[in-house]
Nanobody, 121 residues
Framework: QVRLVESGGGLVQAGGSLKLSCSAS????????MAWYRQAPGKQREFVAI????????YADSVKGRFTISRDNAKNTVYLQMNSLKPPEDTAVYYCNANVQTVARSTGLYWGQGTQVTVSS
């Protein structure tokens, strides 16, 4: 089985920074794309950023220039550096996902449990 665990969320003032981490563990053979999504209260989950195994990145327009996604393949970990945080648009539960091939050679998309980010004005 594969498990993703996020950390690093919290309360931050407008204009501040936070760095989220998401570590994958379990019966992992390889990880392709890793991504971050977020869901604000009363809204649908939305895409934030994605990174391929080779390091190619893509961002939602709303976070370009403020957020940076990165990964450590040796640690099966993806990060999201968030700068210039804005209330209330950046306040949400942030989720990571990973496209994983297991040691049994099955593939699937796995999600973490989410970490709360709250930006105060």
């Amino acid at each position: 089985q594969v498990r993703l665990v996020e950390s690093g969320g919290g309360l931050v003032q407008a204009g501040g920074s936070l760095k989220l981490s998401c570590s994958a563990s379990g019966s992992i053979f390889s990880i392709n794309n890793m991504a971050w999504y977020r869901q604000a209260p009363g809204k649908q989950r939305e895409f934030v950023a994605i990174i391929t195994s080779g390091g190619t990145t893509n961002y939602a327009d709303s976070v370009k220039g403020r957020f940076t996604i990165s990964r450590d393949n040796a640690k099966n970990t993806v990060y999201l550096q968030m700068n210039s945080l804005k209330p209330p648009e950046d306040t949400a539960v942030y989720y990571c996902n990973a496209n994983v091939q297991t040691v049994a050679r099955s593939t699937g998309l796995y999600w973490g449990q989410g970490t709360q980010v709250t930006v105060s004005s």
